[in-house]
């Protein structure tokens, strides 16, 4: 049997899993080539640079997300904006999604730094949560642009909080955007 030949569309599933094992600290060329069963040559062949090779590997993982998240997400919309958020954070809460947390913070990181590629990756991965949560509001949400603004803001906050050690801080806050009594 002849191996597949090696294009963009073979090699970024062999990369995505290598950074979801083992985060983007070890996303140089060797590693990912090792990862991939190439050369860094390769890779720069296929990708042209390691700022391209980085960009689409990160288009990719944020649509192995949003395809992660719309299928665990229940099919129905959610009834509320809280009830979107309380959903969002249980799905992404689980094990399944922990490599795409620990990636997540690993972009975040390099956002912090300046990394340009990093910065633009997650500008178009928040661009796409922001339109995934309009598609999931409520049909009757008064204003679903804004209020998919504060959903991410939210979301964002408490995954934080709760990857700090600190998930009681949105549990309350939640509940109590709510209107029901504080968690205890």
């Not at 991939?36 to 040559?41: E, K, L, P």
């Amino acid at each position: 049997m002849t191996a597949p030949r090696l294009s963009r569309e073979t090699l970024l599933p062999r990369l995505a899993a290598h950074v979801m094992a083992h985060g983007l600290a070890d996303a140089s060329l060797r590693p990912l080539a090792r990862a991939a069963g190439t050369s860094d040559r390769m890779l720069l062949y296929h990708f042209g640079s390691k700022e391209r090779l980085m960009a689409d590997l990160l288009a990719h993982l944020a649509a192995q997300f949003a395809a992660a998240l719309d299928q665990a997400f229940p099919a129905a919309r959610a009834a509320s904006r809280q009830d979107c958020i309380a959903q969002v954070l249980a799905i992404t809460g689980e094990g399944a999604f922990q490599p795409f947390m620990r990636v997540w913070w690993d972009i975040v990181s390099g956002c912090a730094s300046g990394n340009a590629a990093y910065l633009e990756a997650a500008g178009l991965i928040m661009d796409g949560l922001l339109q995934w949560i309009i598609d999931h509001l409520p049909e009757s949400d008064p204003d679903p642009q804004s209020g998919a603004r504060m959903v991410l803001t939210y979301i964002e906050g408490a995954q934080m909080l709760a990857a700090v050690g600190r998930a009681d801080i949105p549990r309350a806050g939640l509940a109590s955007l709510a209107g029901a009594p504080r968690p205890s």
